[in-house]
């Protein structure tokens, strides 16, 4: 993957008229991983000249909790997280409850076709022929909501690629890579970061027979883009209460 060199955590030009930013990403054990949510961080405050704070709900610092509550500003919160679930609907909520300002949190990033057009560029990166098979592996969950955004993740991705994507999942309600990799299958993990998972998926497909495996979203150009679509919404809402917060799939 060819990400930028990591910026610091806390980046832009400090507290604007418009509010903060904090965007949350899972947390990973692999440094590389958290660099991604970082580098997306201090593109979008690049990009928007706003103050933008890369935070993780856990296993990196600093953790989304602790800068909710240290802000001096109001602020909006993209969560970096692809699809709904406990995190996105009660962890970083809960973490909203101990700021001192207004706080308004969005919904997950995915399933997007900005994603899943991303998805379509790694694969062709990682030289996945045109109509090849395709498998969207994600990690999974036992969640119902995260269920249907996975579905409809497969679905956008196989709509952008021109062809049917199955859908394996490493965890949670689903089936697994080994059920549903085929000999001669590309395999596009639904993963924001390297890490863990990113790293099981690669063995599984492989063994299963695939033949490629995609790099992760990363800082993909649509990932950069749909972050900062979220943050204007969530923006547009927070000024305008009245207004419903969109973001289309």
């Given at each position: 993957m060819t990400d930028d060199a990591v910026p610091r955590p806390r980046t832009g030009p400090g507290p604007a008229a418009a509010g903060d930013v904090v965007t949350v990403a899972h947390g990973t054990r692999t440094p590389a991983g958290n660099e991604v949510a970082l580098t997306l961080a201090a593109t979008l405050a690049g990009r928007s000249g706003r103050r933008v704070t890369g935070s993780f709900?856990?296993?990196?610092?600093?953790?989304?909790?602790?800068?909710?509550?240290?802000?001096?500003?109001p602020a909006v919160v993209v969560p970096l997280l692809?699809?709904?679930?406990?995190?996105?609907?009660?962890?970083?909520p809960r973490?909203?409850?101990?700021?001192?300002?207004?706080?308004?949190?969005?919904?997950?990033?995915?399933?997007?076709?900005?994603?899943?057009?991303?998805?379509?560029?790694?694969?062709?990166?990682?030289?996945?022929?045109?109509?090849?098979?395709?498998?969207?592996?994600?990690?999974?969950?036992?969640?119902p909501l995260a269920q249907?955004?996975?579905a409809r993740a497969a679905e956008l991705l196989g709509r952008a690629w021109g062809g049917p994507a199955r859908l394996a999942v490493m965890s949670g309600i689903g089936p697994r890579v080994d059920e549903v990799v085929r000999p001669g299958d590309a395999v596009s993990p639904y993963l924001l970061?390297?890490?863990?998972?990113?790293?099981?998926v690669a063995e599984q497909a492989l063994a299963a027979g695939a033949t490629v495996v995609a790099d992760v979203l990363g800082t993909h150009p649509e990932v950069v883009a749909l972050v900062g679509q979220r943050a204007g919404?969530?923006?547009?809402?927070?000024?305008?209460p009245g207004r419903r917060v969109s973001g289309s799939r």
């Open positions: 709900v856990e296993l990196a610092e600093p953790l989304v909790a602790d800068v909710l509550a240290g802000l001096d500003e692809l699809t709904t679930g406990m995190h996105v609907r009660e962890d970083v973490a909203g409850d101990g700021a001192r300002v207004a706080v308004r949190v969005g919904r997950s990033l995915g399933p997007h076709a900005r994603l899943a057009t991303a998805q379509v560029d790694r694969l062709r990166e990682a030289g996945a022929a045109p109509g090849c098979p395709v498998v969207l592996v994600a990690a999974g969950s036992s969640d249907r955004d996975l970061a390297p890490g863990f998972f990113a790293r099981r919404a969530l923006e547009s809402a927070r000024r305008w």
